[in-house]
């Protein structure tokens, strides 16, 4: 197993306010939208710096993501920034209509993913978002893992032409993907190499497939860990040049496992060679109030849910 | 410039033509919306045969353009007869309106990228949010041009409209003129019925709305009444004109009525309602 150290943690939001303060000195084009969570969102030294860039919308995320439409119209590069929740299930109409089906190249960046909301509870953790953004045609949808991750996300997403939901939390988590690595949208990123199970993670679930692969190195078992940082464009040939040396497969994410990264990847297995598959998801259910550690617990989302899901499908794959 | 720059007398020709390719649209395919299309036929033509600056060579960017946005989109037969008939694309493609294939979608869009639409529109209620996105982006560019923006009557019912309607003001949003389309008609009967409006510029002035009222049927009164709503642009309010309209305008049993909002004529019906438009009219697609 590879070894990762980390000698710092970080938020990942705090990645894409770094990222959007770097676009602001780099991309006159960059513009910024935020509904009355300047501060959640980390986007504080962006607006310093680009006072005439920042548009404050106040508590009205429906207007703000039609505005984001309507300022690509002359070349803007809208980021629009709120909590997960009202970036999605929230303005979702006005997301199909002014932004996917128009293809305007809007940038939704999303907070507060997931259960590491916390305390806040289920009104606020959504785990339905991935779901809602990958089924809408055009749409780009990525989930970084780290602080620095999120940040060289951001930056790449303004090259990009075209829609894309960018998610990320609150917690603070180790920083473990070198500052300097590039972000390839669409390109799934390596981490180790194995041969018993492919173990495909996504967000913060990242770290804890890392965490995971040891724990199954000390039981013998060889995990191959990848990094699925786009759902959608989901890079199916690293998938399946992974699925065809382990044969069997984990998919690890916070998020309803109906709708989110295990059903894209069961997607690709079914059409090209269908194999076991264990998912490391929400059940089909909604959050509650708690610590993130609690909460993960709670919800099946720890380390040691991965490995108990690996030893599943290895033994699914040998039986 | 207006590529077109018509007189009042040509505005009403061009005006009669488009009123007779929305009933020939909307009779061709059994479906589509001509009550509004009629009724708001003087006001699209004023804005693309006289008022608006803009290029028929279509740039989605619009730099240094004017620029129209249709937030209530099932009037799509009026926005898709005047594009057509200003020059952004043949009007024999008016025949493929709400058919398979067809750049010419139910509702606007930009998928099938017909020239002279820049975002789609017919789940209600964004259209001016976009139209203030647009107008703040101009402004980023230093583009002096203006933006304008039409919404149904019905449709200020959606919320969003006075998310937007409070933004607009706040950040001093000077070069966009919105316009309702006070018909006073919906789906399910007349707007006072189904959810009544008020007074709508008393609302508006106290959101921080520069307001103006118009008929918006009548080429006399809507001119002088655009031009005074240009005139009020760059000055710290964005403008808002309450155009009264009769639905179905210029057909006479297609008139006043909520009945037509989304039916089509019949081909009886399209014969006397082609009668009544006939004044002077001999280029039909």
Partial sequence: MKEYTYSEKKDTRSGFGAGLLELGRTNPNVVALCADLVGSLKMGDFIKENPERFYQVGIAEANMMSLAAGMTIGGKIPFTGTFANFSTGRVYDQIRQSIAYSGKNVKICASHAGLTLGEDGATHQILEDIGMMKMLPHMTVINPCDYNQTKAATI?????????YLRFGRPVIPIFTPADQKFVIGKAVMLNEGTDVSIFATGHLVWK??????????????????????????????????????????????HNRLGGLGDSIAQVLVKNTPMPMEYVAVNDTFGESGTPDELMEKYGLTENDIVAAAERAIARKNA | MNPHNKSIDELKQVAAQVRRDIVRMVHGVSSGHPGGSLGCTDYLVSLYFKVMNYSTDFDMDGKNEDMFFLSNGHISPVWYSTLARAGFFDPKELTTFRKLNSRLQGHPATEEGLPGI?????????????????????????????????????????????EASMYAPHHKVDNLIATVDRNGQQIDGSTEEVMSLGDLRAKFEAFGWHVLEANGNSFETLLPALDEAKAATGKGKPVMILMDTEMGFGVDFMMGSHKWHGVAPNDEQLEIALQQLAVNVSSDY
């Fill in chain 1, 209 to 254: 497939a890392i965490l995971a692969g040891k724990i199954l190195e000390e039981k013998g078992i060889s995990a191959e860990i990848i990094n699925i940082h786009t759902i959608k464009p989901l890079d199916e040939e690293a998938i399946l040049a992974s699925v065809a040396k382990t044969k069997c497969v984990v998919s690890c994410e916070e």
């Fill in chain 2, 118 to 162: 820049r975002i789609a529109s017919g789940s209600l209620g964004q259209g001016l949010s976009v139209a203030v996105g647009a107008a703040q982006t101009k402004k980023l560019n230093n583009d002096p041009s203006l933006v304008y923006v039409l919404m149904g009557d019905g449709e200020l019912e959606e919320g969003q409209l006075w």
């Fill in chain 1, 156 to 164: 790449a997403i303004a090259e990009h032409v075209g829609p894309v």
